[in-house]
């Protein structure tokens, strides 16, 4: 008998979300984390979430054109369309489930401003919304008793006869393996930030998920959309939210100019996330700025407003950078921070097609950061994220109790653990060649940010994607130092380099299929959005030879015909 | 700069598990946390050092461990802050929790504290169909205990639990306060009587450690003294320790200043003949020793009594 009807991996705000869904469709469902949930990276969304709700003029259908648009027209209308539509229903819900939101004079819930948004639509809860999400939904969990895995670490997806029924797991505080097997897996694992130095993304965010998926033979949609964020801290990259710009900050340059005016005379320092970095890119590249960066000033919004509303970036500044934002501008520049692409779903959050459009094992689903549905497209827009992660979370947990029920119990082989053990037996057996996992990935990390960041081209995303071969190859060797049970990080570390690199490579991959500029995918030898040829996604299967085999899906396309996309 | 760091290893897969500690001498720059310095060490010299951490940036709650003797989240403690001139900087898992493997500790008993307090909103009636209309003063209020990062700093520090494990604790009593002042939830009273039993808001000794080490700014004591407050408006004057805060008041109130034996008879019932009788020998001895001021009916009115008492007054006034 199956240990669980549906297994979900990752425990963040689309795990968690997925998790109680399940719960009360009355399936029995566990979720499973390699760290405990509420260390999850759901935790660093900052600024909001959100919703049409508000307002005589807003609309859903504003919030989809805004979306939309963002996505620079690679998102699929139909996913985006539902997500918008689905949004003001769950922001109830999560009001319900006890999330402190801010509210307006009358006590009802308030909003502020964000990047790409056509009226203020962001529900928050002061600059920690991520967090303060995150642990109402841990709240529920432990209210629905819902068994958590702790501290496990997912190294395997057990897929047999097509059908996705476990996983095999370390046991991190014992160094145990285990098999948990289950009638349907929710992936909802995050993405893979780490893939990049710097990154403001958590030491955890290493594409496992989309990784496991993509070796299970999911299909992975527009790695190459990478999203770097305008405003992260010099030194050592943090993120300082967008809630900043939200609340009315500024950019400036060198000189103390506004620059945005030139990028983005309509929305300026509000213009979409792809487009402000590009712009800072360009001020600092073009020797405006200082040190590699711009400045955020914020002293404007004077001392109150600093205090409680930008409470959390007015002491991360303070601590990392030892800047007081109350009276100085705060030095930040672009930096990796999300990824569009992952795994391919349908808006049911099915990582398979049943008409066989594209393939991928039945049984599993993904939602959040690891899934690409796609309502992010070429951007994301701030605040879409927290959103995509509860709607399509709620989704995958409905989904997969209802396709757990039509289950029949098929036992599992106890191949798929006994596989793993010799594995990782081998790589405590490795010799050590003196070569490091942190050396390795810091080479990946640096390769890729250098060519597949805010400006890219041909040559050098082939650059990377060599740096990135000539890494797997060493990788084959590369050793496990540290051969303990317990808590052993060296072993967890290596694993997550696996995962990262393979990642890694189709985001190479995605970058040099896709020749035009789009979103955030901006080429300086084809600057050109090529609606004719590319106003589709890209694929990546895994080959025979284990390399990625690269194909297109045509973008879904309702009522909002490409423009021409001006901020 | 050097970072010289003294790092309190524990293996239990050794033939014989004991604790020691290690020291690792690296160059770094100058902005690094204690963390960051961990993470190079772990990279660089010790793959086998075990700790947590994810974000980097003070929101995740998975590196708090003790830095020269006192609970700090390493990703939030400059080196330079701690070791100016570089000296060694001692590094130990966070206290009043099992050590699994150096500075990993079994987090157990911090969760099943906060699981005591039923940590979620129960509300009062049927949801309404859009949101609870609630003041955005009442939802600010929240946002500091709703800061809260689990971290367990103020868990590790705290004086009270340390000799009493029954005590629900700094980090657990803050999420109550969270539910308690929340005007959605409608298990207030019942919260609060809970909190009023053994274990709960009564038993932390006003030490302050937890506000100090709290990385967040939650301020958990803070919150401990807002739900006493609750505690006796709502459920009542039914403890030793309300008790004790009425005959403090009380005594200053009359007398200007405090009297320790009404404090004791108050605070432990007149007619607690066996638990007064166990304390006389105690209150002999440091009436011997000139340490306690003569009781009632000797306890005289100290100079300015009546202006204190006025005060009071007016404080009660303004109460109603």
């Known amino acids: ?567 | 700069m050097q970072a010289n760091l003294r790092v309190r290893r524990y293996d239990p897969e050794e033939a014989e598990p004991s604790a020691r500690m290690q020291e690792y001498h690296i160059e770094v720059p100058e902005h690094f946390t204690v963390l960051d310095a961990l993470i190079q060490v772990r990279e660089e010299e010790d793959p086998s050092l075990a700790l947590r951490c994810s974000c980097r940036a003070s929101i995740c709650g998975s590196c708090a461990m003790r830095v020269n003797g006192q609970a700090h989240l390493a990703c939030k403690t400059r080196l330079s802050a701690v070791a100016p001139e570089g000296e060694p900087v001692t590094i130990e898992p966070m206290g009043n929790q099992r050590v699994v493997k150096d500075l990993v500790v079994d987090l157990g008993v911090f969760w099943n504290k906060i699981r005591a307090i039923e940590p979620y909103l129960q509300p009062a009636g049927p949801e309404p169909e859009e949101e609870y209309i609630a003041s955005d003063e009442s939802m600010q209020n929240l946002i500091t205990p709703m800061g809260c990062i689990m971290c367990g700093a103020c868990v590790s520090d705290c004086t009270a639990l340390e000799v009493d494990e029954n005590f629900l604790g700094p980090a657990a009593l803050a999420k109550a306060y969270r539910f308690v002042a929340d005007p959605r939830d409608g298990a207030s009273h019942e919260r609060l009587q809970t909190l009023n039993e053994y274990g709960g808001v009564w038993d932390c000794t006003r030490c302050y450690m937890c506000v100090e080490v709290c990385p967040v700014g939650v301020a958990p004591m803070d919150r401990i003294m807002e739900l006493r407050d609750s505690v006796m408006n709502e459920v009542g004057v039914t403890t030793p320790g309300a008790r004790h805060v009425e005959s403090f008041a009380r005594s200053v109130a009359r007398s200007g200043w405090l009297d320790e034996t009404m404090l004791a008879v108050d605070s432990w019932g007149r007619f607690n003949i066996p638990k007064l009788l166990s304390q006389a020998p105690l209150g002999l001895r440091v009436l011997v020793r000139g340490k306690l001021p003569l009781p009632w009916p000797f306890h005289h009115k100290r100079a300015g009594a009546e202006f204190v008492g006025r005060i009071f007054k007016r404080w009660e006034s303004k109460k109603q």
């Open chain 1, 1 to 567: 008998m199956a240990d669980h009807d549906v297994l979900v991996v990752g425990a963040g705000l689309a795990g968690m979300r997925a998790a109680i869904a399940a719960h009360r469709a009355g399936a029995n469902v566990a979720m499973m984390s390699k760290v405990h949930p509420v260390r999850s990276h759901s935790n660093a969304a900052q600024g909001g979430i959100n919703a049409a709700m508000r307002g005589a003029e807003d609309s859903i259908d504003s919030h989809v054109y805004d979306t939309v648009k963002g996505s620079d027209y690679l998102g699929d209308q139909d996913a985006i369309e539902f997500m918008c539509a689905e949004a003001p229903q769950e922001i109830i819900n999560l009001e319900h489930m006890g999330v402190i939101f801010n509210r307006d004079e009358e006590g009802r819930l308030g909003t502020r401003a964000f990047g790409g948004a056509s009226y203020a639509r962001t529900f928050f809860v002061a600059d920690i919304t991520g967090q303060a999400i995150l642990h109402v939904m841990y709240e529920q969990i432990l209210k629905a008793g819902v068994r958590s895995y702790e501290e496990w670490f997912v190294t395997d997806l057990i897929v047999e006869d097509g059908e996705c029924r476990g996983v095999v797991a370390i046991e991190m505080l014992t160094g145990k393996l285990h098999q948990v097997t289950a009638k349907a897996v929710v992936l909802a694992s995050g993405g893979v930030g780490r893939a990049f130095e710097p990154s403001t993304n958590a030491l955890i965010c290493t594409g496992d998920g989309i990784a496991l998926a993509y070796r299970a033979g999911a299909t992975l949609l527009d790695m190459e959309m990478v999203q770097y964020h305008p405003t992260t801290l010099a030194g050592n990259g943090i993120l300082l939210s967008e809630a900043a710009r939200g609340e009315g900050a500024y950019l400036l340059n060198s000189k103390g100019e506004r620059f945005m005016d030139g990028y983005a005379p309509n929305m300026r320092e509000l213009a979409s996330r792809d487009v402000v970095s590009r712009a800072e890119a360009t001020e600092i590249e073009e020797g405006r700025g200082v040190d590699g960066c711009v400045f955020l000033d914020v002293r404007h919004l004077g001392a109150e407003a600093i205090r409680t509303k930008l409470k959390y970036i007015y002491e991360a500044a303070l601590d990392y950078a030892g800047i007081d934002m109350i009276t100085e501008p705060v030095p930040i520049r672009p930096g990796q921070h999300y990824i569009m692409g992952g795994v391919k779903t349908d808006p049911q959050t099915r990582t398979w097609d049943p008409d066989g459009a594209w393939k991928g094992p039945r049984g599993l689903f993904a939602a959040g950061e690891v899934a690409c549905v796609s309502v992010h497209g070429g951007n994301r827009l701030g605040a879409n994220s927290l959103l995509e992660t509860v709607v399509f979370g709620k989704v995958a947990g409905e989904m997969a109790s209802a396709h757990a029920k039509e289950q029949p119990d098929t036992p599992v082989s106890g191949a798929h653990l006994a596989d793993a053990e010799a594995r990782i037996q081998a790589l405590f057996g490795r010799p050590d060649n003196g070569e490091r996992t942190a050396k390795l990935r810091l080479d990946m990390g640096n390769a890729m940010n250098e060519h597949l960041a805010v400006f890219r081209n041909e040559e050098g995303m082939r650059s990377a994607l060599g740096t990135v071969h000539g890494l797997q190859e060493r990788y084959e060797e590369l050793p496990v130092v540290h051969k303990g049970g317990v808590y052993n990080t060296d072993l967890i570390f290596h694993l997550e380099l696996g995962y990262m690199l393979e990642c890694a490579e189709t985001i190479c991959e995605g970058g040099l299929l896709r020749k035009e500029s789009r979103g955030a995918h901006y080429r300086r030898d084809m600057t050109e959005r090529d609606d004719t040829a590319w106003l589709k996604h890209t694929t990546a299967n895994v080959g025979e030879d284990g390399r990625p085999v690269m194909g297109s899906l045509p973008v879904t396309v309702t009522k909002w015909e490409p423009q021409k996309r001006v901020y």
